[in-house]
């Protein structure tokens, strides 16, 4: 069984993480979600509320666990025994940062945890969290970005949070 991890912040998750996972769904035997619970940037979700809202986007496919995880990315892969890392690249830049992390991670992990990046597809080359979150801050539509659960769960966020905690919450 070749059981693959995609590990992200997925503050929120969006159309963009859950194509990356469904796609990975069909090259591995399992996939498992995996959200960070500290990364250095601001979130407006907690680990909790992200995990749950990663689980809901999955709950019909049965080859995606969903789960949450800290510390290091590749202790976290050898720890639930995954063979593979995926990825999703959206732009240039992003082949920079996931290049220098799979090098990282091959001199971490010396038995080999491979990196698959998947090409993200077209309709979400513009899609992140960030955007996401600054749209629905702004009282923009994200209908198009998220499903209507995590739209919902945006609006009372930024709702919850008030005007003075936006931009801090913003950045990534």
């Known amino acids: 069984m070749v ?3 995609f590990p992200g ?9 859950m194509d990356i996972a469904s796609r990975a769904s069909k090259l591995f035997d399992e996939v498992v979600v995996a959200v960070y619970d500290k990364p250095l940037k601001s979130l407006i979700f907690s680990p909790e509320e ?3 809202l990663v689980a809901e986007a999955f709950k019909d496919n049965p080859k995606i ?3 949450g995880y800290s510390g290091l990315t590749i202790d976290y892969a050898r720890a639930i025994d995954a063979q593979v890392i995926v990825r999703g690249l959206r732009v240039f830049s992003d082949f920079e940062f996931e290049f220098r992390m799979a090098l ?8 080999a945890v491979e990196t698959v990046a998947l090409i ?5 080359t513009f899609l992140s969290s960030s955007t996401v979150r600054e749209i629905a801050a702004l009282n923009g539509d994200v209908s198009s970005m998220v499903p209507p659960f995590v739209e919902k769960a945006l609006k009372e966020k930024v ?3 008030g005007e003075q905690s936006l931009p801090n919450a913003l950045r990534d």
């Not at 912040?9 to 993480?17: A, E, V």
């Not at 993200?120 to 979400?124: C, V």
Request: hydrophobic letters at 35%.
């Open 104 to 111: 990282a991670n091959q001199r971490l992990a010396k038995d």
């Open 159 to 161: 709702i919850n949070m």
């Open 9 to 17: 912040t997925f503050d929120p998750i969006h159309y963009g993480h």
């Open 50 to 52: 992200r995990i749950s």
């Open 65 to 67: 666990k969903v789960t």
């Open 3 to 5: 059981r693959a991890l």
């Open 120 to 124: 993200t597809a077209e309709q979400h």
